[in-house]
């Protein structure tokens, strides 16, 4: 069965943190689908990711970029993994019916945003009731994650 991860945002932004766990989950050797809740934040991300380091490179795409079967990291607003990935990551707000398809599922939740997280606690309940390992991770005062239930 699929483990999700809640990842409860509070001190840092989704676009400071995304760059961060794409990049260990690179490192680990796995491919992944980043789902956006539309194309147009498909795009923000996919410029974010080529600015947000200078002296990095997260090697990435969207369908804009065409050959999506060869990229390590795709952009969607879909629901699809054309990548073969093994970890999907859940963005602003986006939803998905193919967790199960995964290793591993990442719901980033912007914690100052209470209708943000009362739809993460409906989620949760739906992801216990059908036997997911669900885990929550809270952003410490350093920046880093500490699993809290």
Request: hydrophobic content about 30%.
């Amino acid at each position: 069965m699929s483990e999700v991860r809640f990842y409860h945002l509070e001190r840092q932004s989704q676009m400071q943190v995304l760059p961060l766990l794409l990049s260990k989950a690179l490192e680990r050797g796995h491919r992944i689908v980043v789902k956006m809740d539309n194309a147009a934040n498909v795009e923000r991300m996919n410029d974010h990711l080529w600015t947000h380091d200078p002296s990095g490179f997260l090697p990435h795409g969207s369908s804009k970029n065409g050959s999506e079967e060869l990229q390590p990291i795709y952009l969607t607003d879909k629901d699809e993994n054309p990548n073969d990935a093994d970890v999907l990551i859940l963005c602003s707000g986006a939803r998905s019916e193919m967790q199960g398809d995964f290793t591993l599922c990442c719901e980033m939740l912007d914690g100052h945003n209470p209708e943000d997280v009362s739809a993460a606690r409906a989620r949760w309940k739906e992801y216990k009731e059908k036997d997911f390992d669900v885990t929550y991770w809270q952003q410490n005062d350093r920046g880093g994650w500490d699993k809290k239930a």
